[in-house]
């Protein structure tokens, strides 16, 4: 039977669907990567986490781990891959999982929604779940990393300034105004 940490199968697509709003198959699959990451690495440690997409997989890493964006210990990198490592703190050290091209080919309609081949009106999504139930962890690759020491440092905040030009508060090693308004591409010059 299909288990991702403590849940079962299904019990795990009910959490999907109330976090992620619907159910992905994309968090279906992260969980499973999660999981066999988290039974990969060293018992007891305390450690963050690396997605290379901004889609679907960083659900899955907050849903069962204790690593969110909120509190910093999940780094997202938009490599565009499907990819996940989890990595000690200090050092470093940790397990890449990544979905594997070679190990999707037994599985069809999970190789039609990963690249993509149909419109995702005209998948089987019935098929595509019980495959992802059936593939489990069969679907990824393993390797023991180190990232990079970027990955494992925290920036502290240090001191809060007053932007002159927004009058909002920001982080004044950032600068002489904040990075909102060096950057007026999020919102525009002009008026809502």
Wanted: net charge positive; glycine share 8%.
């Amino acid at each position: 039977m299909a288990t991702i940490f403590s849940y079962s199968f299904d019990e795990y697509v009910d959490l999907v669907k109330s976090f992620h709003g619907h159910v992905a198959p994309g968090v279906a699959i992260g969980g499973f990567m999660v999981d066999l990451a988290f039974k990969t690495l060293p018992a007891g440690i305390r450690f963050q986490a690396l997605c290379e997409t901004p889609k679907c997989l960083p659900d899955a890493v907050q849903l069962l781990t204790s690593c969110t964006a909120g509190n910093g210990r999940l780094k997202i990198v938009n490599f565009g891959r499907y990819a996940l490592t989890l990595y000690e703190n200090q050092a470093g050290k940790g397990v890449r999982v990544s979905v594997s091209p070679k190990k999707l080919e037994p599985w069809s309609e999970i190789q039609t929604w990963f690249y993509k081949r149909k419109p995702k009106k005209d998948q089987g999504f019935d098929l595509l779940m019980s495959q992802v139930r059936k593939a489990e962890s069969t679907l990824f690759d393993v390797q023991k990393v180190r990232v990079a020491q970027s990955f494992t440092t925290t920036k502290r905040r240090g001191a809060f300034a007053i932007c002159p030009r927004c009058h909002e508060s920001y982080p004044a090693d950032d600068g002489e105004i904040c990075l909102g308004c060096k950057d007026e591409a999020t919102y525009g010059t002009g008026k809502a």
